[in-house]
Nanobody
Framework: QVQLLESGGGLVPAGGSLRLSCVASMFGFDLYGTRWFRQAPGKQRILVASIDLNGTVAYADSVKDRFVISRDNAKNSLYLQMSSLKPEDTGVYFC????????WGQGTQVTVSS
């Protein structure tokens, strides 16, 4: 049974920073690609950032140069450092791991006030 637990969300003023964490209870975390998604109210879930098992990273254009994704395989953990936050970054952030299957966390709320 794979479990992903996100933390680190909260309410922050525009221009502020937050660091999201995701801890995975699973075997073989280092063999999975990992991603962060965001779902804003009334909108579809979108991919924000990804880091694959080789450490290759990718970002949505809207967060490039502001967000940094990283992972620590020894701790079965995924992170998202978010800086210069904007109100449009508001939403529930979900951790995702994927290989032949994918698994999701329950999400953590991020609210950026203007």
């Amino acid at each position: 049974q794979v479990q992903l637990l996100e933390s680190g969300g909260g309410l922050v003023p525009a221009g502020g920073s937050l660091r999201l964490s995701c801890v995975a209870s699973m075997f073989g975390f280092d063999l999975y690609g990992t991603r962060w998604f965001r779902q804003a109210p009334g909108k579809q879930r979108i991919l924000v950032a990804s880091i694959d098992l080789n450490g290759t990273v990718a970002y949505a254009d809207s967060v490039k140069d502001r967000f940094v994704i990283s992972r620590d395989n020894a701790k079965n953990s995924l992170y998202l450092q978010m800086s210069s936050l904007k109100p449009e970054d508001t939403g529930v952030y979900f951790c995702n791991v994927y290989r032949t299957r994918e698994f999701w966390g329950q999400g953590t709320q991020v609210t950026v006030s203007s």
